[in-house]
């Protein structure tokens, strides 16, 4: 029998083995990548702090192996997976504890890999199960969340965007937030995903265009021309293929150039998008912006970019954060910028928090950047201030 490693994966997807072993080598942690069920529990053993298991593979599916290791009292920590349905992989954790399994976690693929990084450093560090995701959770009942839209509870805070040659504020990121009545404000993490999974996304990504356009021109005064916009928008809105028209009219209504309006959509968004390339196309016809959000936590999508009519990419801010500690994610810093250039997109920095990491940035050429060195997102008023003095001071 071979010997038992600390993570036993099993994924018929040859791509999935390679990034999970990429990643727990980087991590220094023991791992076998098997494909079959055979392969799978030959490498099972008390040893086996963690399992990463596909619930969905050909030859035998994962409820059925879920079970097996139920009957056999296994003791690890399971991380579910899956790119089907994520009210699935719920009802399989449900079922998964039922066998007295110990859950702590799901992806739906394609997952970020930070995301399965954080799990692995939770359960590895403590070994003892990643604070389950329920408790990192608000307590939000689904009521809350239909009333909070019709109450129009979400509100937007406003994030600069700065050339980093010029330092001039070209746009804007509208970041939402939900005001509400006992909790305070509540971030994107705990709402989004919900919003989501209850089929009220089109409504949310509708409410918040309208209230992003409306509020947006007011920013102009300051610089004297319309800032760009950029929006963040679920992959599930842009299935509709109504949803370039529907677009058109809303910038119209408003009076905002679609060139103005940047539309970011994640990478990983993107891959599960990959087959309707249409309605992203029909976007960059009436001249919407499009830019790829969080680029490098996804899968390996290079082949696919070429083919993506993105204007922008954006370099998720975990690789930002550590590059001037971590060679490995400078050099992600530097060939995306690279990739980005040669494919005539700009490329703009998230999580930019020091003068360090700008001058780093600067130097390899990198277009924008935004980030806690310049500001947080602000409410539109306080973003308004925040713009005065940034034109006084530069003035100066
Ligand atoms: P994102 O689009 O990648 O947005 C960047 C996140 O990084 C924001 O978090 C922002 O506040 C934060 N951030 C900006 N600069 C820094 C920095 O220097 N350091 C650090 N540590 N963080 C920084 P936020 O606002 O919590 O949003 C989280 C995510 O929620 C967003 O990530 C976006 O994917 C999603 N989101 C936000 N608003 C919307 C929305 O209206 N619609 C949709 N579909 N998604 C949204
Ligand atoms: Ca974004
Ligand atoms: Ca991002």
């Given amino acids: 029998m071979p010997p038992a490693d600390r993570i036993v994966l099993i994924d018929d997807d040859r791509v999935v083995g390679e990034i999970v072993s990429g990643l727990a080598n980087s991590m220094g942690l023991p ?4 494909r079959t069920p055979d392969e799978f529990f030959s490498h099972i053993g008390p040893e086996t702090s963690v399992i990463i298991l596909d619930l969905v593979m050909p030859e035998m599916d994962g409820i059925e192996i879920l079970r097996l290791l139920g009957e056999r009292n296994c003791k690890a920590h399971i991380i579910l997976m899956s790119g089907i349905n994520i009210r699935v992989i719920e009802t399989a954790k449900k079922l998964a504890q039922s066998h007295g399994l110990t859950v702590i976690g799901h992806l739906q693929k394609p997952f970020p890999i930070p995301q399965l990084q ?5 359960n590895f560090a403590a070994d003892k199960p990643a604070a389950s995701e329920k408790e990192q959770e608000l307590e939000i009942p689904d009521e809350d ?3 909070a839209l019709e109450r129009k509870e979400f509100v937007l805070y406003y994030q600069p965007q700065i050339n980093i040659a010029t330092g001039v504020v070209t746009g804007v990121e509208a970041l939402s937030r939900w005001n509400h009545p006992k909790l305070g404000l509540v971030f994107p993490d705990h709402f989004i995903s919900r919003i989501e999974s209850l089929g009220l996304m089109d409504n949310f990504c509708w409410a918040t265009a309208e209230r992003a356009l409306d509020e947006v021109k007011q920013f102009s005064v300051v610089n004297g021309h319309l800032p760009r916009l950029a929006i963040n928008v679920s992959v599930s809105s842009l299935r509709d293929l109504k949803f370039p028209d529907i677009f058109m009219n809303l910038a119209r209504k408003y009076d905002f150039p679609a060139e103005r309006i940047v539309l970011e959509i994640t990478e990983s968004g993107l891959m599960e998008f990959s087959l309707a390339l249409d309605v992203l196309t029909r976007l960059r016809m009436r001249n919407f912006q499009l ?3 969080d680029f490098g936590t996804g899968y390996s999508m290079l082949k696919q970019l070429q083919n993506v009519p993105a204007i922008e990419l954006k370099i998720d801010k975990t690789f930002v954060q550590h590059m001037h500690v971590n060679h490995a994610d400078l050099v992600m810093v530097e060939k995306i ?4 250039h040669e494919l005539e997109m700009e490329v703009t920095a998230e999580g930019v928090e020091t003068e360090e990491q700008l001058k780093m940035l600067r130097e390899r050429g990198c277009d924008g950047v935004q980030g806690y060195l310049f500001s947080r997102a602000l409410p539109p008023a306080e973003l308004l201030q925040w713009l005065e003095n940034y ?5 100066n």
């Fill in 31 to 34: 791992c076998s990548v098997t």
């Fill in 118 to 122: 954080q799990m692995l450093t939770a």
């Fill in 145 to 147: 969340l239909y009333g």
């Fill in 291 to 293: 830019s790829i959000d």
């Fill in 337 to 340: 910028i690279e990739m980005g």
């Fill in 391 to 395: 034109r006084a001071q530069r003035l």
